[in-house]
C-alpha cells in the first residue's frame, strides 16, 4: 500500500526565512510519480511539482527547490526567504505510474509566515 | 494548460435534499475522473474513480448509493450526494485524468454546507 507522511503538521516562520517541508513516502512499486501541491485559504490545489521516480535530479523553481532522496524515500519542499504569500497547507502526494491514478496524498503542513 | 472546472463553487443546502456537482474538463478529454473529499483541517481522501461510460469504483468506506456519480461524457463527470445531511458537509474536489500528460488535474472544489 502506498502512504506519505508529512510528520510537521504546523510551522510558523518569520517572513525572510528558510523553510523546509518533509515528506516521506512508502510504494512497493518501482516507477511512480511524487508531487507537491499548495492550498490556499481559497482551498484550490496548486500544482508546484511533479517528480519522476527515475529522475533524482534536485530542482530549483524560483524560490522553491526540491530534494529527492530516493535511499531515504524522501523528497522534501525547501522555500528561500519566505514570504507571507507562502502561507497555505502543502501536500505531498505520491501516485504509481498507472496514467496517474491511486493517488495518495500526505496529511498536510500548514505553514504560517508571519510578517 | 489542462483546465478542469467544478460547479457549483459553494452550496448550501437543506438536510434531506440533493445537491449535484460537475467536473468539467475544458481543453481535455478525460476517460477518468476522480472525486476526493476533504474535511476542515484534514487532508484529501479519495471517494471514487469515475470512468466514462461505466460504473464508478468506490473506496472503502463510501456509499455508493448516497454519492452517486455518473461519468457521462469524456468531458463530464456528476457527483450527486443524495438525502444530504450535516455530516456530509465538507470540501469535494474532482480531479481529471489526461493520459496526454500522465497526470491529473484539479479542479477549484465545491464546498457543501448542509443545514
Known amino acids: 500500500a502506498q502512504k506519505v507522511t508529512q510528520a510537521q503538521t504546523e510551522i510558523s516562520v518569520v517572513e525572510k526565512e528558510d523553510v523546509t517541508l518533509d515528506c516521506v513516502y512508502e510504494?512497493?512499486?518501482?516507477?511512480?510519480?511524487l508531487f507537491w501541491y499548495k492550498q490556499p485559504p481559497s482551498g484550490e490545489l496548486v500544482f508546484l511539482i511533479r517528480?519522476?521516480?527515475?529522475?533524482?535530479q534536485n530542482e530549483i523553481s524560483g524560490r522553491y527547490s526540491w530534494n529527492f532522496q530516493k535511499s531515504t524515500s524522501s523528497f522534501n519542499f525547501t522555500i528561500t526567504a519566505s514570504q507571507v504569500v507562502d502561507s497555505a497547507v502543502y501536500f505531498c502526494?505520491?501516485?504509481?505510474?498507472?496514467?496517474?491514478?491511486?493517488?495518495?496524498f500526505g496529511p498536510g503542513t500548514r505553514l504560517s509566515v508571519l510578517p | 494548460g489542462a483546465v478542469v472546472s467544478q460547479h457549483p463553487s459553494w452550496v448550501i443546502c437543506k438536510s434531506g435534499t440533493s445537491v449535484k456537482i460537475e467536473c468539467r474538463s475544458l481543453?481535455?478529454?478525460?476517460?477518468?475522473m476522480f472525486w476526493y473529499r476533504q474535511f476542515p483541517k484534514q487532508s484529501l481522501m479519495l471517494m471514487a474513480t469515475?470512468?466514462?461510460?461505466?460504473?464508478?469504483?468506490?473506496e472503502q468506506g463510501v456509499e455508493k448509493d448516497k454519492f452517486l456519480i455518473n461519468h457521462a461524457s469524456l468531458t463530464l463527470s456528476t457527483l450527486t450526494v443524495t438525502s444530504a445531511h450535516p455530516e456530509d458537509s465538507s470540501f469535494y474536489i474532482c480531479?481529471?485524468?489526461?493520459?496526454?500528460?500522465?497526470?491529473?488535474?484539479f479542479g477549484p472544489g465545491t464546498r457543501l454546507t448542509v443545514l
Open positions: 510504494t512497493r512499486d518501482t516507477t511512480y510519480y
Open positions: 480531479s481529471a485524468r489526461w493520459r496526454v500528460t500522465d497526470t491529473q488535474y
Open positions: 481543453d481535455f478529454q478525460a476517460t477518468t
Open positions: 517528480r519522476n521516480s527515475f529522475d533524482e
Open positions: 469515475s470512468n466514462e461510460g461505466s460504473k464508478a469504483t468506490y
Open positions: 502526494a505520491l501516485s504509481d505510474h498507472n496514467y496517474g491514478q491511486n493517488f495518495v
